[in-house]
């Protein structure tokens, strides 16, 4: 017989081994999701519980906006993150490659990026440590559309999930844009969300690599540093050209903007210097797939698409010249499409009072 547990951590530790042994956990313990802790999610949106988000056919699942809800109390989310996590989601599913990425060998993860004024009211972290953990909002938030694909879609590794080897950051990778020390447009605007409006943007992505650069006030010397990471052979899957995007640090992109390059400008730049000869991917074991995308022997081959296929956004701290190269999952480019954050009446009416813009 179980003996009943009565103290409150008792109860906490209880609930949480309940959800270990009904395998609704990543690894690490969650937050036991009540009713009203779901209700008080749903009050932030006026979309209605029961309202179909994600739907895989081929498994036969499907994900309502309360399991949503459910999962991000159980990542650990604020209610008033869950808008972000819903917009993070719809960006998601914009990706032409998300149905088959779940499953992917690759195991590829989201990465998601919020522009506007709810990154200063939600604390989601644009500065030092972007990538890292320490921050709940960005934790949380990617945390939320794991659970949300392993709970709603059944998908868990060594069982519906393909992953070869995976990734260490699948649901960790949730950054704000740092507008105020980036010298273009937000990366929102891009994707077709005005400056200054709430909104996230995601990409399946394979991996993120570095550059370090701090030895050169050479725009071009910095570009060439890019240029290399991103033409790197193992980027290269074959019957197709490679992909990659940056995540510059705000001394990189204030040195290019500098220079008189535009974001445009700067996407132009590696598309046309991202290459490598077709001899060495002969030599990679890859020479063949080069030669059905456009000719054989030697001679330059572009390992990006297009210069339009380069996503391009500003985030981290100025306390060293270092970016990011990230590789986007599979041979389509971002959907280049943003999603803004739509938040309910009472929401937007609480956020006026606050903002000064109604009397209290």
Known sequence: MTTPVTDPAGQAKAAIEYCYEHGWTDGLPVVPATQADVDACLAMTARGGAEIIGSLDHIGRSITVAQAAANAVMAGCKPEYFPVVLAAWDAVNLERSVRGAWQSTSGPAPLIVVNGPVRGRLGINCAGGVFGPGFRANATIARAIGLIVRNGYGIRPQQLEQATQGLPGRWSLCLGEN??????????????????????????????????????????????????????????????????????????????????????????????????????????????????????????????????????????????????????????????????????????????????????
Request: aromatic fraction near 8%.
């Open 179 to 360: 507008e105020e020390l980036s010298p273009w447009e937000p990366f929102a605007a891009v994707g077709g969300v005005p400056a200054g409006t709430d909104a996230v943007s995601a990409m399946l992505i394979r991996t993120c690599e570095y550059v370090d650069n701090r030895a050169t006030s050479s725009a071009e010397a910095v570009l060439a540093d890019f240029a290399d990471t991103l033409a790197r052979l193992g980027a290269y899957v074959g019957g197709a050209h490679s992909s990659g995007g940056l995540v510059l640090g705000p001394e990189h992109a204030q040195l290019l903007a500098g220079a008189g390059y535009s974001r445009a400008g700067v996407q132009q730049w590696l598309f046309t210097h991202a290459v490598r000869d077709r001899a060495d991917l002969a030599a990679a074991g890859k020479g063949e797939h080069a030669a059905a995308d456009g000719g054989a022997g030697g001679g330059p081959f572009p390992m990006l698409p297009s210069a339009a296929a380069i996503p391009i956004l500003v985030a981290g701290a100025a306390n060293a010249a270092m970016s990011m190269v990230f590789r986007p999952f599979g041979w389509a480019p971002w959907s280049g499409r943003s999603v803004p954050v739509a938040w309910s009446q009472a929401c937007r009416d609480a956020q006026r009072r606050d903002d000064g813009e109604v009397p209290q």
